[in-house]
C-alpha cells in the first residue's frame, strides 16, 4: 500500500495499530512474585526442552522478512552470496554427505 505522503502513512500506521496495542495489553495475565519460577526451576524446564533448531535469515537488500519476497526486491543473486558466506554446523547434515567411513569413525 502507497500513501501520498509521510503524514497520511503515519497516521493509517497509528491508527492500524492502536487496537492491537490495546488488546494485547488487557490480554496479558497479571503474574506477581509468587508466581516467578525460581533459578533453578526455570534452568531444569530450560535443560528439559529439546535442542532448539532453525534459523533467520533476511538478505541485506531486505529490511524485512516480507520484503525479502516482494517481486521488486527479491534479490536472488544477494540471498545466494550471503548464505554462502553462513557456516553450517549441523551434525546430521555433515554426516549425510559424509562417506561412510567417517560415519563409522563417529
Not at 16 to 26: F, T, W
Not at 83 to 104: F, M, T
Request: proline share 5%; no cysteine; hydrophobic share 45%.
Amino acid at each position: 500500500m502507497r500513501f501520498r505522503s509521510l503524514a497520511a502513512g503515519l497516521i493509517f500506521l497509528f491508527l492500524s495499530a492502536s487496537p492491537l496495542a490495546i488488546s494485547a495489553k488487557s490480554a496479558a495475565p497479571e503474574y506477581s512474585a509468587k508466581d516467578r519460577w525460581s533459578q533453578k526451576r526455570a534452568n531444569d524446564w530450560y535443560e528439559s526442552q529439546p535442542w532448539l533448531v532453525g534459523s533467520n535469515f533476511i538478505p541485506s537488500t531486505a529490511i524485512n522478512e516480507l520484503e525479502m519476497w516482494q517481486a521488486d526486491t527479491f534479490d536472488l543473486a544477494t540471498i545466494d552470496r550471503e548464505l554462502g558466506w553462513a557456516q553450517i554446523h549441523n551434525g546430521e547434515l555433515k554426516l549425510l554427505n559424509a562417506p561412510a567411513g567417517a560415519v563409522a569413525r563417529q
